[in-house]
């Protein structure tokens, strides 16, 4: 079954940027982009046991005659024949679109509720989050402005989120044939300990013949040591992994990195079905 | 939230014989819970209410008040398109929506919502009920504590139903018309894993009312002496309240269309609904706010006006409530039709009283007992509900016979003019109204994805039809699609019966090419297609098969036989208990 992106589009010069990055993941991991290209300002997406009502901030309203005809000249741009555009079928409300949730990925901006003069660097909205904790897909986060990728790294904290976002990270670099990076910040476990859990999830095989380099920062803060990460690479990650209260207590990873690191970002929840 | 997710996964001993043994008793247990806190939420209304209407009693006399229910309504309607970022309306279609389609999953702001909205538009004196939001409100209650025990699709359609039923036991102190309103207009499902809850729930629901403002009826309990001919005469009420009800549901669609195409800010078009609603309420105020007071005086019989001014009051009280609540203002029927109702069975009461002056009838208080069931029964389509909601805001089951007969024939009459109810016209229209058990329901839990068949070989245009004939040996298939070698793209199909004359001639197998004989001309479906739709398409163009192609490209076939295995194996998870 071929594989689709959702992508919400926006008729904006930040838009446009977004749906580049779009497009390019998808040119370079085979993906076919799905574009919806909003009516409302807001819109449902059912999950299997969530709804997220995602309200838009207007910019994604802006020029609605020419969103079409510049979303197609931003995917053909890349090489890509003309996507598929989105309509929704069924409406909670009058004003109240349900967009599908049987996608294989879905692209946000880091925000996709505030105004985008608003949106800097360490800031996820609310509704991306939402998103991100209850999708069965990752969610690509893209940088402000595109940059095409031309690695793999994955953040590997040991948890199952962790190991989800491996096993999406293998199956991204073959897909792709870029080289993959590993980073994992030592805390409570050792190195031996990692390489246990890669052991036990049989994935050690796959690690030795598709892994260009595993870096382990046994030492100095994480945020300081994320500077290691190649700085046009795509980002793999889990989110939520440990529970509420203690990313609560701790603080989250993900949080860490996204308001740490520039990159494009690909980010697994918690309901993420990871396959080879 | 793990603790729960283990408690239920029976990882604790002590709580596997009660969680895990039988979800009968899960689901009885977080019913009561759902049914207590539905019943808080139907009593925080009816408490906004009060406040609202006693805060606002001291300038209803001035020359200004008309302009009250349109700041009511303005300010509902800014409340929920800019805070709360919701539509307007009373609910319950977006209720049945979510139990229909996306079994019960509902979004947690609806939970306290519409409480807000509706106290602003009936406080200020808008013409609509507090029914509605607090049925809004206490099933999404229900689905988001569903949610938060990660419970599944089937037991969240319990707890919806279960908060529904809460809330209105609660808001009628009526536990059996909260149930009966629950399965028949909502749930619509008769099933011991339904009802059980949901009766728990009701009891839950009515019992927290009852504890916070004492066991009171809504309206006094009264005698009443029927004889055969009163109930005779109440053929003619279910028809008078079957007329009023169509009257009523058109109405509210008109004003509701009248008001889509105009085009203004939504509050502002709230604002003049509420301001004509205020100017009608000006000269007849029995039409403002929902309206029980003027119930119980006529249930009472003190109400004393003419049967021309209860006729043109039946009138304004529709009038009222087409502008309430199709130009942008909260809240919901119910109580109108109670108010509406009443006034019918007055007025019907008093033509016939003047129609045959011999005759001695029950008192009129009866008739607009009668027609209150009338009306609900003919508005909703659900007469068992106007029957007990009736018998248990009256406290009494004395008029039990001609209400069944009222209720009945009512419901009838109106389902001829009007297949469905005010509740459900719209999801009906669109295809969206996916009862258990039914066919569209079936289909709809299925999809295209879920039916391809990806054994197909595809074989490109370019190929000639001798080698084309040594891959249909290998086949057991009679479709093959025909794919560009370079672009992927879909071209058409080659069916066996189509060709077969070319197949007998091993002349054409080195001069013929798959281009020159594959059909183009192809129905395909796309992998968002509904399944009813691909359906009624196989039916229309007598195909047991069809290709499914997505972005150009070919994904599989469907047919009808892989269809009817995975529909019978949905039917069997959807009926089983």
Not at chain 1, 216 to 243: K, T
Not at chain 2, 141 to 158: C, H, P
Not at chain 2, 214 to 241: E, M, S, Y
Request: aromatic residues 10%; contains cysteine; proline residues 4%.
């Amino acid at each position: 079954m071929e594989t689709r992106l959702l992508h919400i589009f926006r008729n904006t010069p930040l838009g446009r940027e977004v749906l580049l990055q779009s497009t390019y993941f998808c040119k370079t991991i085979g993906v076919q982009p799905m574009i919806y290209i909003p009516e409302f300002i807001k819109f449902l997406m059912y999950f299997e046991n969530d709804v997220a009502q995602i309200d838009l901030d207007s910019s994604y309203l802006t020029a609605p005659e020419t969103a079409r005809a510049h979303a197609i000249d931003i995917v053909r741009s890349q090489g890509l024949p003309e996507p598929e555009f989105m309509e929704p079928k069924n409406f909670t409300a009058s004003t109240l679109p349900d967009i599908p949730v049987n996608f294989d990925f879905m692209c946000c901006p880091r925000s996709i509720s505030d105004l985008s003069s608003k949106i800097g660097l360490g800031y996820l909205g609310p509704r991306v989050r939402r998103i991100v904790q209850s999708a069965r897909f990752p969610v690509l986060i893209a940088g402000s402005v595109f940059k095409p990728w031309t690695s793999v790294a994955v953040m590997f904290g040991g948890s199952a989120n962790a190991v989800k976002a491996l096993k999406l990270g293998l199956r991204i670099s073959r897909k792709s044939g870029l080289p993959l990076d590993i980073f994992t910040q030592l805390g409570k476990h050792t190195h031996d300990d990692y390489q246990k859990i890669i052991q036990q999830k049989h994935l050690a095989k796959d690690i030795d013949q598709q892994v260009r380099k595993w870096t382990v920062f046994d030492s100095g803060e994480f945020a300081e040591n994320l500077y290691d990460v190649p700085h046009d690479a795509l980002v793999i990650l889990g989110a939520y992994g440990h529970g509420i209260i203690k990313e609560m207590l701790f603080g989250s990873v993900m949080e860490k990195v996204q308001s740490t690191l520039p990159n494009n970002l690909l980010i697994v929840g918690p309901k993420y079905q990871a396959a080879m | 939230m793990k603790f729960f997710q283990a408690l239920k996964a029976g990882r604790f001993p002590s709580w596997r014989l009660f969680f895990h043994f039988d979800d009968r008793l899960l689901l009885i247990s977080i019913g009561a819970l759902v049914g207590s806190c539905s019943g808080l939420a139907a009593l925080a209304l009816n408490r906004g209410l009060i406040t609202l209407f006693e805060l606002l009693s001291h300038y209803r006399h001035l020359w200004w008040a008309f302009v009250l229910p349109g700041i009511g309504a303005a300010l509902s309607s800014l409340f929920l398109e800019k805070i709360m970022k919701e539509g307007a309306g009373h609910g319950v279609p977006e209720v049945l929506y979510s139990v229909s389609r996306y079994g019960g999953l509902m979004r947690f702001r609806s939970s306290f919502s519409r409480l807000i909205s509706s106290c602003l538009t009936i406080g200020s004196g808008g013409s609509a009920g507090p029914e509605a939001p607090v049925v809004m409100s206490g099933a999404a209650i229900g689905s988001n504590i569903a949610q938060f025990f990660s419970l599944n699709d089937r037991q969240r359609v319990a707890l919806v139903g279960c908060g529904t039923a809460g809330a209105v036991a609660a808001i009628f102190n009526a536990p059996i018309a909260g149930l009966v309103f629950t399965i028949e207009v909502i749930i619509g499902e008769w099933t011991a894993l339904n009802i059980v809850p949901i009766a728990v729930a009701s009891v839950f629901g009515a019992q927290v009312c009852r504890l916070l403002q004492g066991n009171q009826i809504a309206f006094t309990h009264l005698k009443f002496n029927i004889d055969p001919v009163d109930t005779l005469a109440c053929i003619g009420l279910a028809v008078a309240t079957a007329v009023v009800s169509i009257l009523l549901t058109r109405a509210l669609r008109l004003s509701h269309q009248r008001a889509h195409h105009i085009k203004l800010p939504i509050w502002v078009k709230a604002a003049m609904g509420g301001c004509v609603v205020g100017g009608i309420g000006f000269f007849f105020p029995d039409v403002l706010g929902e309206g029980y007071h003027t119930i119980g005086s006529m249930v009472e019989g003190t109400f004393s006006n003419g049967l021309l001014f209860v006729a043109v009051l039946v009138f304004a009280k529709i009038i009222a409530t087409a502008f309430t609540l199709g130009w942008g203002g909260s809240g919901g029927i119910f109580a109108p039709c109670l108010v509406i109702g009443s006034f019918t069975g007055l007025m019907y009461h008093r033509f016939i009283d003047i129609l045959w002056p011999g005759v001695t009838w029950v008192n009129e208080g009866c008739f607009a007992l009668l027609g209150m069931a009338g009306l609900i029964s003919g508005i909703l389509q659900a007469p068992l509900t106007g029957m007990f909601l009736i018998v248990e805001i009256t406290g009494g089951y004395e008029v039990i016979l001609p209400l069944i007969l009222v209720s009945a024939i009512s419901t009838t009459l109106c389902h001829s003019f009007e297949p469905a109810s005010f509740y459900m016209k719209e999801l009906v229209e669109k295809g969206h109204f996916l009862r258990p058990r039914t066919d569209a329901r079936v289909l709809a839990d299925l999809s295209v994805e879920e039916l391809v068949e990806k054994d197909c070989i595809v074989v490109p245009k370019d190929m000639k039809l001798g080698d084309f004939v040594k891959i249909m040996q290998k086949s057991h298939r009679n479709f093959f699609p025909v794919e560009d070698e370079h672009t992927g793209e879909f071209l058409g199909l080659i069916h066996l019966d189509d060709i077969r004359e070319y197949l007998f001639d091993p002349f054409l197998y080195e001069t013929v090419f798959l281009e020159q004989i594959m059909d183009t001309q192809v129905e395909t479906v796309g992998l968002d297609d509904d399944l009813s739709v691909v359906l009624d398409r196989m039916d229309a163009a007598n195909l047991f098969s069809m290709p499914v192609v997505a972005s150009n490209r070919f994904v599989g076939m469907i047919s009808k036989a892989t269809l009817l295995d995975k529909y019978r194996n949905e039917l069997i998870v959807q009926t089983h208990h």
